[in-house]
């Protein structure tokens, strides 16, 4: 699936990427569902814990997520994260129709399988170039080993919730590992691996952006147990997926990291050209810090560029921020 905005839409025909998602895989209850969802997250972990007596199931679902950007293009090293099916479903409810019946993702196979050969298309397609997440191939990074996962045995049915509860079952043969592979298509492992975190806690730590001052001077150190990821990945993320609370956290971190010094490049970001929220809210910033000096040289820059055919996909970005200091300019100084 491609959640990017190849486009600028027109005024009053934008279709979110969590609305496009919707009618992609939406069922007519889907609605319902989510609410439910929503308002039991803390049940469906109480549930997950109390089959866990039963079965000794925790492990059932095994996602794998690029974490590379390859220098001739796309993405490669496809990394796994393990997870729950009942968990994620309630924090990411669109995921209770993927996993539901009809999909080829509700097959039941060993979470030991290796990156399916069939899926190997996707890395040439991944939709966000410019993914902060993704490691550079020349980065020198460590290869994350798989553990292996405790024996699994039948689950047997619930009564909680019968949607959720019938996408949630699986057939599990005995004397394996079994469950089900996803392989995400958008989004990099770490921000992936970011947001399963958060469902699970209800915490989240961002990575400073790429353009702040503080990040030329070296990496923020990850503690045990702790992942750190970009604000802009997440945000994507997040609204391609609906979860509008995790969304307004990330927007938030991004707000709170501009400053005069960024404030122009992040203006041209490929986040804020395709997404009007990030947009409005850094050409408040910029309108603000637009009487500083060292804004001019880096916004007739942008002019120029513009004026020999470069970065024409930023146009717009620029019109709004003109047009923002015209119109209240003079309420800033």
Known sequence: MNFSIKKKPKK???????????????????????????RNKEKAAAKLLVSTLKTGVVIDTKFFAFSRRKSGGGVD???????NSLLLMAGVPHFITILGSGFAEDRTVSLDEPFPTEKEYLKDEYDYPSDSDLEDDEEECSIDVEIPLAEKKKEEPDSTEASITES?????????????????????????????????TGEIKFALLKSHPDHRR??????PFEVLCSPKSMYRLAHAYGL???????????????????IMQELKSSLTVTHEEILKMEVD????AAQRPRILPSLLQWIADLSKGEMTHTTHCLQALVKEIATNGNSYR
Do not use: C
């Open 244 to 262: 509008e609370n995790l969304k307004k956290e990330a927007a938030a971190n991004i707000e709170s990291q501009l400053t005069p010094d960024n």
């Open 12 to 38: 009053g025909h934008m279709k979110s990427d969590h609305a496009k998602l919707s009618e992609m895989l939406a069922p007519p209850e889907l609605a319902s569902i989510i609410s439910y969802a929503e």
């Open 218 to 223: 070296g990496r923020q150190s990850e503690g």
């Open 168 to 200: 949630s079952k699986l057939e599990l043969p005995t004397g394996g590992h079994y469950g089900r592979i996803i392989v995400l298509p958008t989004g990099a492992h770490k921000t992936w691996e970011a947001l399963l975190a958060y469902l699970y």
């Open 285 to 288: 910033f910029a309108s603000r």
């Open 77 to 83: 090293r496809p990394l796994p994260i393990y997870t």
